[in-house]
Nanobody, 123 residues
Framework: VLLQAFGGGLVQAGGSLRLSCAAS????????MGWFRQAPGKEREFVAA????????AYADSVKGRFTISRDNAKNTVYLQMNSLKPEDTAVYYCAASFVISWPIREYEYDYWGQGTQITVSS
């Protein structure tokens, strides 16, 4: 499975960005999808997850109410809409897919990872 993340960049605090992650190689609609991030000097952390159908989502407390995960199975793509961005959101963001766990929120529950895209939020 190949996962390619797009949409990273530099944004001012309070601004918005939308990340996309395009999947290929397996039936996308069979996978739960997630977003993680890794800030400099820190471990990679969970951001958001969505189940295969898109009707269930989960968020880290730090992004709840500001970020929205969604998916379009017809386009084999998962999105992360990020609003009210803060400098502490600065990190490399990774998308991931799990074909085994229906509700994965831990890093080890994911089978495939994208290459990461940098988000920098300036104050």
């Amino acid at each position: 499975v190949l996962l390619q993340a797009f949409g990273g960049g530099l944004v001012q605090a309070g601004g918005s960005l939308r990340l996309s992650c395009a999947a290929s190689g397996r039936t996308f609609s069979n996978a739960a999808m997630g977003w993680f991030r890794q800030a400099p000097g820190k471990e990679r952390e969970f951001v958001a997850a969505i189940n295969w159908s898109g009707d269930s989502t989960a968020y880290a407390d730090s992004v709840k109410g500001r970020f929205t995960i969604s998916r379009d199975n017809a386009k084999n793509t998962v999105y992360l809409q990020m609003n009210s961005l803060k400098p502490e959101d600065t990190a490399v963001y990774y998308c991931a897919a799990s074909f085994v766990i229906s509700w994965p929120i831990r890093e080890y529950e994911y089978d495939y990872w994208g290459q990461g895209t940098q988000i920098t939020v300036s104050s």
